[in-house]
């Protein structure tokens, strides 16, 4: 059996495919498993040891889907399965001449223009975490969700060396950034919540940062009045690494949450215009502080209203500061996975 998984982006949104593709991996351990994937994002998959092969879809153009059409048709699938639920997706996932094409139906598809590109589409319901989702789509073709596992390889990484070499054994990481501006909690509460957690929980908080951010994680380590260090540049493979070695994340809605919590480290997330009981930790030890019900630009990269009526601007540092110890006294009684 020739099966294509079509999840292009973003980084959260591949971590909560992983289960799936786990299951189905588990369910059909000699097929043959490809996964179609934006280039930018092929990194991440590298590290997943349940796929046979990647495809990445370089050029956002004609030529680009033409070439990957070619690719594509040269596998002969059997099975195309959309987790997406875009109409580039769908297209994507019918363009590849898989004999059967498997997608959302209702209220869980994003764009119902992909509707019509499917040959079956799976009832997945209208609520709950796209985690479940996911598996219950993964369900179409005889996997069955009898765990969560979150595939990622172990790997070596000159980062994690470089800061456990320093004598910074036991982390917490803290990440300030975040591709959309009103996902970003302000610097100076995340300085005082690092802070925190370095006096009140002895681990040494580990500000992230990527390509024009170090100055954002500057910031923090500048308010946390020394407690927390600036990690080194970072590549994903040292994200994994470090997530590994963490005992918290404290973050908004972002790429290295989701990793952190694939890989069993306790979460403290923050959430405005994303919707956390869709998007969120799935862990009941795990925290999520969400203004999701008050906000008024839900899944908007910009919040349209003036400063002070953005949403995640009302969640204070003892709000933060209340989650971490709740959710530390959580770990430190045995409930980490």
């Known amino acids: 059996m020739r099966l294509l998984v079509v999840r292009l982006g973003s980084l959260g949104d591949l971590v909560h495919t992983l289960p799936a593709v786990a299951a189905i991996r588990r369910a059909r351990s000699d097929a043959q498993i490809d996964w179609l ?108 969700a009898e765990r969560l596992e979150f595939p990622i390889a172990v790997v070596d990484s000159p980062a994690a060396t470089a800061i456990a070499s320093q ?78 070695m963490a005992g918290l994340i404290v973050s908004g809605d972002t790429g290295p949450t989701h990793i952190a919590a694939a890989v069993g480290v306790p979460v403290v997330a923050l959430f405005g215009p994303t919707d956390a009981g869709r998007n969120g930790p799935w862990r009941d030890e795990d925290v999520s502080l969400s203004r999701y019900g008050a906000c008024e630009c839900h899944y908007q990269r910009r919040c349209r209203l003036d400063a002070g009526r953005w949403c995640l601007a009302t969640i204070s540092v003892d709000d933060v500061i209340e989650a971490v110890d709740r959710r530390m006294a959580a770990a430190a009684a045995g409930r980490r996975p």
């Open 37 to 144: 994937v934006d280039a930018v994002h092929r990194e991440f998959l590298d590290l997943v040891p349940v796929i046979d092969r990647v495809v990445a879809l370089g050029e956002r153009s004609a030529r680009g889907w033409l070439a990957a059409r070619r690719d594509l048709r040269e596998r002969h699938y059997d099975v195309a399965l959309d987790f997406q639920g875009l109409l580039k997706s769908a297209a994507l996932a019918r363009l590849s001449g898989s004999a059967r094409v498997l997608g959302f139906d209702g209220e869980a598809l994003r764009e119902r223009a992909a509707a019509p590109f499917y040959t079956e589409r799976v009832e997945v319901g209208e609520r709950g975490h796209v985690v479940f989702k996911n598996l219950r789509l993964a369900a179409a073709v005889g996997a069955e």
């Open 167 to 244: 004598g910074h054994a036991r982390i917490a990481l803290v990440n300030p950034a975040a591709a959309w501006p009103n996902k970003r909690w302000p610097s100076d509460r995340l300085g005082a919540v690092a802070s925190h957690i370095r006096s009140r929980h002895g681990l040494t908080p580990v500000v992230l940062w990527g390509p024009g951010e170090r100055e954002l994680a500057e910031a923090v380590v500048a308010a946390s009045r020394g407690a927390a260090i600036v990690a080194p540049q970072t590549s994903l493979r040292d994200l994994v690494a470090l997530s590994r």
